[in-house]
T-cell receptor, first 111, second 116 residues
Framework: AQSVTQLGSHVSVSEGALVLLRCNYS??????LFWYVQYPNQGLQLLLK??????LVKGINGFEAEFKKSETSFHLTKPSAHMSDAAEYFCAARGGFKTIFGAGTRLFVKA | EPEVTQTPSHQVTQMGQEVILRCVPISNHLYFYWYRQILGQKVEFLVS????????KSEIFDDQFSVERPDGSNFTLKIRSTKLEDSAMYFCASTFSGPSAPDTQYFGPGTRLTVL
């Protein structure tokens, strides 16, 4: 069965520092992978998605993620954190009709 | 940009009452989904719907739940007899293509259901 694991329920970085949010998936066949961001009391906004076209995927707001099949990982990065990046981030894998979400990582950005 | 809309944004109900959550998917999309997020927990898949029938459902989606596309634009989730543990944020989503395509699921803003 498919599963998505996000390492670290909370990550805290300083403004301007590198953001690294970790995600590993478990699947016999690499699924379609997504990162979503959720701001307080709002819905889910797509940051980026992996569809097997390229292993390095660029998304909105300066985020990118690299698909590594050998590590079954799809970590999200941003070179320089901004205060507005503070939110909850969900890694997700789509297989079949449903999307399986990780538990989420809350990103805190310190001034 | 087209978007998925949901009404109401917040629904408060008494335990045992029926609730209907409404969604308007993106107009040319063909596949529709409901997810829920209990406060502080992960987003969980409930059900997918295509061609007027359920295509997949999770173990959460028991006989208390039902979905319907009553007309050409709305997609509803009905909970027949609400329980306290049904309190959650419910998200509707839609896609144009089915599972064989890496289509982005567009999510609505959610309906917060509070069962008292």
């Amino acid at each position: 069965a498919q599963s998505v694991t996000q390492l670290g329920s909370h990550v805290s970085v300083s403004e301007g520092a590198l953001v690294l949010l970790r995600c590993n998936y478990s699947s016999s066949v690499p699924p379609y992978l997504f990162w979503y961001v959720q701001y307080p009391n709002q819905g889910l906004q797509l940051l980026l998605k992996y569809t097997s076209a390229a292993t390095l995927v660029k998304g909105i707001n300066g985020f990118e993620a690299e698909f590594k099949k050998s590590e079954t990982s799809f970590h999200l990065t941003k070179p320089s954190a901004h205060m507005s990046d503070a939110a909850e981030y969900f890694c997700a894998a789509r297989g079949g009709f449903k999307t399986i979400f990780g538990a989420g990582t809350r990103l805190f950005v310190k001034a | 940009e087209p978007e998925v809309t949901q009404t109401p944004s917040h629904q408060v109900t008494q335990m045992g009452q029926e609730v209907i959550l409404r969604c308007v998917p993106i107009s040319n999309h063909l596949y529709f989904y409901w997810y829920r997020q209990i406060l502080g927990q992960k987003v969980e898949f409930l059900v997918s719907f295509y061609n007027n029938e359920i295509s997949e459902k999770s173990e959460i989606f028991d006989d208390q739940f039902s979905v319907e596309r009553p007309d050409g634009s709305n997609f509803t989730l009905k909970i027949r007899s609400t329980k306290l543990e049904d309190s959650a944020m419910y998200f509707c989503a839609s896609t144009f293509s089915g599972p064989s395509a890496p289509d982005t699921q567009y999510f609505g803003p959610g309906t917060r259901l509070t069962v008292l």
